[in-house]
């Protein structure tokens, strides 16, 4: 039976968050440098991107690169920023034509200077895009984002801008560099791993995981149908019990 099929378009997540691991792995099966996976996976990045979009997913979450990926070999992070600037500008006619806004969060600035401007026009060019939002976790850290907005909202409190009794959940979620995204409510690691690795760990208190066995670069759309319908199949309680679900 087609997968796609079995989902059901009424109860898609709002907002999908994606690890993508095994590129390097993908490659090493293959005989091939690790660079070689990541470029096989961009074409996985476009695939999934465009089957969320046609699904009606409004937010889809990559993680692209973390902080702790800069301890990586000097010559796989050079490549890989620059992989990341020459699909920035060859994929901008992709996200318009399938009406897709993109969003990055992280520690932007400290990107190479190339990387920051390709991602920048990248954002600029299709912030008029209303389909669906890609948002690119690039140089991010879930630890990372709680500091900033920690250390934000402790600058209000000591300028007398925010009392110290508001200094509540709302007040970090509305801090964190995803505030003005929806919580993610299914989150999709590949390649066998079942960790979250740093990502958006105060987003992720109530998420729904799905973990796929599967390298990045084979990730297709019948495994992200997969996942989909493994989520639907999941009751999702926030602490209550069953009989207090409303179906």
Known sequence: MDLKLQIDLERLPHHVAIIMDGNGRWAKKHGKPRIFGHRNGVKTVREIT?????????????????TENWSRPKREVSAIMQLLVDTLYKEINTLNKNDIRLKAIGELHSLPASTHKALKEGIANTAANQRMTLVLALNYSGRWDIVQASQKLAQQVSEGLLPLEALDEHAIQGALSTADMPEPELLIRTSGEHRLSNFLLWECAYTEFHFSPVFWPDFG???????????QNRERRFGKISEQIIH
């Open 50 to 66: 465009e089957t969320a979009a046609e699904l009606g997913i409004s937010y889809l979450t990559l993680y692209a690169f973390s």
């Open 221 to 231: 759309k019948e495994h992200f149908y997969q996942a989909l319908i493994d989520f």
